[in-house]
């Protein structure tokens, strides 16, 4: 997905803005007649009876004066309402918008050199059928972009009590195309109550629309460009990002359970990390779009997080997310958090990636901080090679791959992604590689761990003595990390331990960047899982580690201490911080990160063989109860 940012001048738009004032005034739209449509509807349903006699061929000439219309609404007065005014506003608007787009549309394509071609003298042959087809297209870029515009800026957040009729889609021109935009849209909003609800029809329309063009977008030659596009208008606070439909305006205030860092026993690594990211994301420069940490190193754009059920992964995402908000809420900056789950996946073909893009998009948007979440990634993205895998899970597992680490993918460091499964070995090994970082989240561990976190679910209405025990002592962060990091100085799993004591018998413990190499080599000789993408993981690990300075606490509790400093200010004071990468922070790495897919891999393995026992168990038993059947004389009856 390109994010890459196009900005709409005014310039742009005002040379549009005549013929879209025109229009609102009065235009004249040709339209397939639907008399045969009865009036009345079906007893008992929404539907209305349909003549079983074709009249497709039959065309009408309807006028449509949408500005009086709107002005209907209050026919006692005759000077528009503020509602009034900013729909006919927002409409001329969003229509000389959509013609600018169509615009930019026209330069990426050869739309743009075939109507100057046109106007010298006609085209024909390939030529006049593919100006033809681009001009189609230019239409439903016109089409989609209004409706973006009138769904992103109309400001209501009240539903439509009536029914919202089927948009009347014309693609002969982007002119043509406005025309019965206006035309679906008077019949929309036409006979509303009062201002709010010609706000909420209009809303209603707009979004009909879009989900109407989504339905015809393959057809249209050339809007993989139009796809490709993110057009940002500052102006209107307005961005177009392809086809994703944002409905910007519908966000509710973030509402869940947060929980703080002391609330959250084991898991040390996870929390540590956790925390440096909240900080790090608070690092976001909203004027440059970017973050200091992306061009030091060391920012974390995804993670995975692995454990068994109830070790605290749910927690350890309340925790991050009420750890940014809080910073967001000091700063006065827009949060954005968002899961996708299981439920947005589709049974309608494209669905269910466009559903993932959307995701995608709503998080990364450059005017906010965002984190995202995909809990249970094993259930929504499947392995590519997994037949038994619906399509929406194939569609989510390529747009995830192509969003974390795709060819056009930018970081730009206002977001991170966090990825969650009981199950990663049923993760697709890619997807599972473009995870930057490895959590393992285990849970408590130790005797200190289960009576810290006992105490802590029991919470102070009892009267049970503590006994001979400092509470929480033990998950002080700074002494819990240093011990769970020194753990990882030798592997943790059988069969990476198996090549680090063969390794160290040959070649002792590594010293150097050769032998370091050699070490590599060697794990990808057991594990083939082990590529190049995972060194590269490691090595951003490694440099995570060195940039794992403590910001001050004091940087966090005031704004303009440190989080609306301008982006050189910000960079500078976090680079005065910044430590070296040591040969024990590399080993370290390389054993967290090559112990998860050696995990991964015995985990698959193990379920691979435990089905192939019960398939042969079953198998036997079948046999055994065939020859029953065979004694009995059953078997053929």
């Not at 005549?18 to 235009?27: I, T």
């Not at 100057?116 to 239409?139: C, E, T, V």
């Not at 827009?334 to 709503?362: L, P, R, T």
Request: hydrophobic share 40%.
């Amino acid at each position: 997905m390109d994010i890459g940012l196009t900005t709409l001048q005014e310039d742009d738009i005002a040379k549009h803005i005549p013929s879209a004032h025109a229009l609102l005034q009065k235009a004249a739209v040709i339209i397939p007649d639907d008399h045969n449509k009865s009036k009345v509807e079906l007893a008992g349903t929404r539907r209305r009876f349909v003549s079983t006699v074709s009249t497709s061929n039959l065309k009408r000439t309807a006028d449509v004066r949408i500005l009086h219309t709107i002005s209907s609404v209050r026919p006692d007065d005759d000077m528009l309402s503020v509602e009034q005014h900013r729909l006919a506003y927002k409409l001329r608007r969003a229509l000389a918008v959509g013609l600018a787009v169509v615009d930019v549309f026209a330069r990426q394509t050869e739309l743009e050199m075939l109507t100057d071609k046109n106007k010298g003298s006609a085209l024909g042959g390939d030529d006049a059928a593919r100006y033809h087809k681009l001009l189609s297209s230019a239409a439903f870029v016109a089409l989609f972009t209004a409706g973006s515009y009138l769904l992103q800026t109309i400001g209501t957040d009240a539903e439509a009590t009536a029914d919202t009729p089927d948009p009347s889609f014309i693609f002969d021109t982007p002119h043509d195309a406005c025309k019965s935009f206006l035309y679906g849209l008077e019949q929309a909003i036409d006979g509303a109550p009062d201002d709010d609800q010609l706000l909420a029809r209009a809303k209603a329309f707009a979004r009909a629309t879009l989900e109407g063009l989504m339905t015809r977008h393959a057809r249209f030659d050339g809007i993989q460009v139009f796809d490709e596009l993110r057009i940002r208008l500052d102006s209107d606070d307005f961005t177009l990002s392809g086809l994703a439909i944002d409905e910007r305006g519908a966000r509710k205030p973030l509402v869940m359970t947060f929980k703080k860092p002391d609330e959250v026993v084991g898991n040390h690594i996870a929390k540590y990390q956790s925390i440096k990211l909240a900080k790090m994301l608070m690092a976001y420069d909203f004027d440059k779009q970017l973050n200091p940490f992306v061009e030091l190193g060391g920012y974390l754009f995804t993670f995975i997080g692995d454990g068994f059920p109830g070790t605290g992964k749910t927690t350890l995402i309340q925790m991050i997310a009420g750890l940014v908000k809080d910073y967001c809420d000091m700063a006065g900056y827009s949060f954005h958090y968002e899961n996708f789950g299981i439920d947005q996946i589709s049974s309608y073909q494209g669905k269910s990636g466009q559903n993932c893009k959307q995701f995608i998009s709503n998080v990364m948007d450059p005017r906010v901080i965002g984190f995202g979440t995909v809990d249970d990634i094993d259930q929504v993205a499947a392995k590519r090679s997994d037949d038994r895998a619906s399509a929406g899970q194939q569609e989510v597992t390529g747009v995830l791959m192509e969003s974390f680490s795709g060819a056009n993918t930018v970081v730009r460091g206002n977001c991170a992604f966090g990825m969650f499964s009981n199950y990663p070995e049923n993760v697709d090994d890619a997807l599972r590689q473009r995870a930057g970082a490895r959590w393992l989240v285990d849970g408590p561990q130790t005797e200190e761990d289960y009576i810290d976190i006992f105490a802590l679910l029991a919470g102070k209405n009892h009267s049970v003595p503590v006994g001979k025990h400092e509470l929480y002592a033990t998950q002080e962060i700074k002494r819990a990390v240093s011990t769970a990091y020194e753990q990882n100085n030798t592997p943790q799993e059988a069969r990476l331990a198996k090549v680090h004591s063969k390794f160290t018998k040959t070649n002792g413990k590594p010293q150097s960047l050769k032998e370091i190499g050699l070490y590599l080599h060697a794990i990808k000789q057991a594990e083939p899982r082990f590529t190049g993408r995972a060194i590269k993981n490691i090595t951003d690990a490694a440099k995570m580690r060195a940039m794992d300075i403590e910001l001050p606490d004091e940087w966090f509790e005031d704004p303009d201490v440190f989080v609306r400093k301008d982006y050189d200010t910000k960079r500078d004071m976090i680079g005065e911080l910044r430590g070296e990468i040591s040969l024990d922070m590399i080993i370290q790495e390389i054993h967290r990160y090559a112990d998860s897919e050696f995990r991964y891999t015995d985990k698959s393995d193990k379920t691979a063989v435990d089905d192939l026992i019960r398939n042969q168990r079953v198998r036997e038993r079948a046999a055994v109860e065939i020859e029953t059947l065979k004694d009995k004389g059953q078997w053929n009856a």
